[in-house]
């Protein structure tokens, strides 16, 4: 298998993981709790497959190198930089965040959910933009 594929896969589904958020938040401001339920642990599912295939992908391929120049570099490694702290920040606050609402502890869950949903669509924006930046736009060119 060729483990730098997966850096496309991972982008699926980070990228499906910014699509089940938006659809989460709609519901749930429109009153649909169940929908909003549904969405939000389909995130859960996303991110989590991509957490793991995130792991294998590093263990195997080591950084996407970034081909980028002069003062692009520091847009990117600033975003990079912001995208992996968000990242490590919603690794505890987003089970935290889903254990309350399972548990029927929706003022609780409503407190921190606060946090989490922004936090965590930031992540998975962030993750699009970096991967584009560093795979498509400035894609490393030397060996
Ligand atoms: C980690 C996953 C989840 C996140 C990030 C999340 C996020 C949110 C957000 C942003 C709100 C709106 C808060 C506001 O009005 O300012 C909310 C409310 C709510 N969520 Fe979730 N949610 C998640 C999982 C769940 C699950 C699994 C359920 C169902 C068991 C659920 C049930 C609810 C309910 C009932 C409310 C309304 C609470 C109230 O108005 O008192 N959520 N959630």
Do not use: C, E, N
């Given at each position: 298998m060729n483990y730098d594929q997966l850096v496309h896969a991972n982008a699926i589904l980070n990228a499906l993981s910014v699509i089940f958020l938006s659809f989460g938040y709609y519901f749930i401001?429109?009153?649909?709790?169940?929908?909003?339920?549904?969405?939000?642990?389909?995130?859960?599912?996303?991110?989590?497959?991509?957490?793991?295939?995130?792991?294998?992908?590093?263990l195997n391929s080591g950084f996407a190198k970034f081909g980028g120049e002069g003062v692009i570099r520091i847009v990117y490694f600033t975003i990079l930089f912001v995208h992996v702290m968000g990242a490590i920040a919603i690794v505890p606050l987003v089970p935290i965040t889903?254990?309350?609402?399972?548990?029927?502890?929706?003022?609780?869950?409503?407190?921190?959910?606060r946090i989490t949903w922004p936090l965590?669509?930031?992540v998975g924006i962030s993750g699009v933009v970096v991967y584009v930046m560093a795979v498509h736009i400035y894609p490393y060119q030397g060996s």
């Open positions: 401001k429109s009153g649909d709790w169940r929908k909003h339920r549904a969405m939000m642990i389909s995130a859960l599912v996303v991110s989590t497959l991509f957490l793991v295939s995130y792991v294998i992908y590093k889903a254990i309350r609402a399972l548990r029927q502890h929706f003022p609780a869950h409503k407190k921190i959910a965590w669509m930031f």
